[in-house]
């Protein structure tokens, strides 16, 4: 029996009507997805790299941004080679089992990427506004439990979408995803069955969402604070330049996913196509030019990984 039949639909697999149909621009979006992701993959692994090698950056804030960069590694390669294949193949079909598989990783990253995001920024708050608390208060033990948390949560919470995804009935008559990877907000609009539930729980899942951007804002207000109350201007440009380079990856990240998901599945549109392009394949990319031409100290150990790399050839 067919993986569609076990859960009660004729469908074995959807039909990803990608970005564009015009050939000439399929392959021009080839080459730019593929650049793209090779720059996400190689940008974020030097990031990992040179944290890793470096002692000066074995805290938690970098602590975080490693495993930030991890994640925005799985989060692309999620997506962008299925794409790259399907291009290259000519077909767009995509497995029932790889749909559910691949939509699991997309939420469970996701939500790992704002956990890790207001993780950074707590981190934040507190060197800038307790810094004499700092290390009292955010140990190793407290990162890699938070961490260890962050995974765990974001993996059970994937779980419950993707198994109430899997109750659900779609019938062959509509097997058409109107984007180039499988999203539960268009997976529900095209089932045949009853979504009530599932969209019961992805109300609360935007509540979950929500919850970090709340903490990274309430962070950012004390930082503010604290910053302006600094009397000299080196001193809080100083201090500022600390988060500078968070503060604008929150920009980017959750300017675009807020702008498509926190509205009803119905309303989905092709801007909305390409306002997740910016946060499933842009914003990984960014992210690393972002830490590394912002961040003094991230300029210092890449620097020094490179010097010991050309000493060892």
């Given at each position: ?8 639909t ?47 950056l ?24 299925k ?84 109750r ?16 539960a907000?268009?997976?529900m609009?095209?089932a ?48 500022f ?9 929150v ?8 702008g ?54």
């Amino acid at each position: 029996m067919s993986r569609g039949k076990e859960n009660g639909t004729g469908v074995t697999e959807f039909l990803l009507l990608g970005l564009t149909g015009d050939p000439e621009q399929q392959r021009i979006l080839f080459w730019l997805f593929l650049c793209t992701y090779l720059v996400t993959v190689a940008g974020n692994t030097l990031i990992i790299l040179a944290i890793g090698s470096d002692p000066r950056l074995h805290t938690p804030m970098y602590f975080f941004l490693t495993n930030l960069s991890f994640v925005d590694i799985c989060f692309t390669t999620n997506l962008i080679p299925k794409l790259l294949v399907n291009h290259i193949a000519g077909t767009w079909t995509i497995s029932y089992p790889h749909c559910l598989t691949q939509m699991y990783f997309l939420i469970s990253f996701a939500n790992l990427d704002t956990f890790l995001l207001a993780a950074m920024a707590l981190d934040r708050y507190v060197a800038i506004c307790k810094p004499l608390q700092y290390y009292a208060i955010i140990t190793s033990q407290l990162c890699r439990g938070l961490t260890a948390l962050m995974w765990t949560c974001s993996g059970l919470i994937s779980l419950v979408h993707t198994l109430l995804m899997n109750r659900l009935t779609f019938c062959s008559y509509a097997r058409e995803i109107s984007h180039f990877y499988c999203d539960a907000y268009l997976l529900m609009k095209i089932a045949c069955s009853d979504t009530r539930v599932n969209r019961h729980v992805f109300l609360g899942a935007v509540v979950l969402f929500v919850a970090p951007s709340a903490l990274i804002v309430v962070s950012y207000m004390c930082i503010a604070a604290a910053v302006l109350r600094i009397p000299s201007t080196p001193g809080r440009r100083k201090a500022f330049s600390t988060c500078s380079s968070h503060l604008s990856v929150v920009i980017v990240f959750y300017g675009t996913i807020l702008g498509v998901y926190i509205r009803p599945p119905n309303s989905f549109s092709a801007q909305d196509t390409v306002a997740t392009i910016m946060y499933t394949v842009v914003t990984p990319m960014l992210n690393p030019f972002i830490y590394s031409l912002r961040n003094q100290d991230m300029k210092k150990a890449i620097g020094s990984l490179f010097s010991r790399s050309s000493k060892s050839s």
